[in-house]
């Protein structure tokens, strides 16, 4: 079946130590999304990828970037991981800007 | 900044009962999604309404648009207790790429 990856799905890193999440998708899909969900809040849009085009959100820490090396794969690195960084990161994929977001099942990110 | 309100933030009702949920976004948006999220668990996408005017329906949910009033529901009909989650409504942002703004959430428990 077609779908969306995320690995880990639960990643334990230590304060300021990087570390980089995973998201591919067999979908096709020419859009590549990152949003960030802490608990009990609705998901934030970090960055996202038309193709190759980077597109990040004003308000996205510097602290965070993505890297897109081919269709299938984008992944989210974290410089330094604070203690506030802990949260869901949710990978979502479209086919183009017009269609619905499909989302992957998220990576758990615990900051100690 | 375009600001997405959901209401109520969280609805305990009876297994039977109807019930609906309020999506209030500020500025103007041809595109409303509804998501159901599990605990835990990553979104799941239910409805797109692409259009005002726009009605939706898949088993016990309908979801309409009204573009005019900025305003989307998702009505719940004869609840059941499989249909406890949280529903998030989101925003695509007119004239750009793909853009979500999720509301706030509501979180929906289903009683037997």
């Known amino acids: 079946d077609a779908m969306v990856i995320q690995n880990p799905r639960y990643q334990v890193t230590q304060f300021g130590k990087p570390v980089t999440l995973s998201c591919s998708q067999t979908?096709?899909?020419?859009?590549m999304y990152w949003y960030q969900q802490k608990s009990s809040q609705a998901p934030k849009l970090l960055f996202h990828y038309y193709d190759k085009d980077f597109n990040n959100e004003a308000d996205t820490p510097d602290n965070f970037q993505s890297r897109r090396p081919n269709t299938s794969f984008c992944f989210l690195d974290i410089r330094s991981p604070g203690l506030g960084d802990a949260a869901m990161y949710l990978c979502a994929t479209s086919y183009g800007v017009d269609e619905t977001q499909y989302f992957g099942p998220g990576t758990r990110l615990l900051v100690l | 900044e375009l600001k997405v309100e959901q209401n109520p933030l969280f609805l305990s009702m009876q297994e039977g009962k109807n019930y609906t949920i309020y999506c209030n976004y500020s500025t103007t948006s041809d595109r409303l999604y509804w998501y159901r999220q599990d605990p835990g668990k990553s979104l799941e996408s239910l409805f797109v309404?692409?259009?005002?005017?726009a009605v939706k329906q898949e088993g016990r949910l309908m979801a309409s648009l009204d573009t005019k009033a900025r305003l989307s529901t998702l009505h719940i009909t004869a609840a059941v207790h499989d249909l406890s989650a949280t529903y998030f409504c989101a925003v695509d942002h007119t004239g750009t790429a793909s853009k979500l703004t999720f509301g706030t959430g509501t979180r929906l428990q289903v009683t037997l």
């Open positions: 309404l692409l259009s005002n005017g």
């Open positions: 979908l096709n899909h020419n859009v």
